[in-house]
């Protein structure tokens, strides 16, 4: 039951240019949302988050969008750096859940 | 500061063997997860703990257990391994607040592999 859903496995973009991940999810009572980047051997590194009564959060060259209505959300990562290449998991929670439910992650390649 | 850190780095079992992962919560933090992830998935619940007790628990059989400590450290222990069970074990620490939803941070896991 994959309740969060990455549908794009891979992603190349250009240094300097926008990368857009996308991220679907199916349960109505999720109500916070993570974005997290992993590189290989190293554990996933918080990047940004929304919280259900927003559609938009901004951080540095990140943002995410929240489409509650389309149970979707989007990272915006403007401009686009080679340390940017990693796996990026979209992850959902309800309040006072605990747990985090994932996607299977979208991997970024940023060529120069 | 320090973060959430994780021991040992890598294991090799033999299935049947019992293995056990140690983690520290980031500094401030009382609330441990554990987490399992297989190769090319996210991260998959295994656990949570708070108190010293699970909290929830996502579907894993009753093979994995766990132990939170008075220190808010904890222990994953996985009895009679199969080769099924070889994929990176992370833990992530939070600050438990039922009013809201917290931000987990991770460490940077324990690769096991189960021959």
């Known amino acids: 039951d994959q309740q969060v859903k990455q549908n794009s496995p891979s992603l190349s973009v250009q240094e300097g240019r926008i990368s857009i991940l996308n991220c679907d999810y199916t349960n109505s009572m999720f109500d916070y949302f993570l974005w997290y980047k992993k590189y290989p051997a190293e554990g996933p590194t918080f990047l940004i988050s929304i919280s259900s009564i927003k559609d938009k959060n901004e951080d540095g060259r990140f943002t995410v969008f929240l489409n509650k209505s389309a149970k979707h959300l989007s990272l915006h990562i403007v401009p686009s750096q080679p340390g940017d290449s990693a796996v990026y998991f979209c992850a959902a929670s309800g309040t006072g859940w605990g747990k985090l439910q994932f996607g299977a992650g979208t991997q970024v390649v940023v060529t120069p | 500061d320090a973060g959430v850190t994780q021991s040992p780095t890598h294991l090799i079992k033999t299935r049947g063997q019992q293995v056990t992962l140690r983690c520290s919560p980031k500094s401030g933090h009382d609330t441990v997860s554990w987490y399992q992830q297989a190769l090319g998935q996210g991260p998959q619940f295994i656990f949570q703990y708070y108190e010293e007790e699970e909290r929830q628990r996502g579907n894993f059989p009753d093979r994995f257990s766990g132990h939170q400590f008075p220190n808010y450290s904890s222990e994953l222990n996985v009895n009679a391994l199969l080769l099924g069970d070889s994929a990176l074990y992370l833990c992530?620490?939070?600050?438990?607040?039922?009013?809201?939803?917290?931000?987990?941070?991770f460490g940077p896991g324990t690769r096991l592999t189960v021959l």
């Open positions: 992530a620490s939070s600050i438990q607040d039922r009013s809201s939803t917290d931000t987990q941070y």
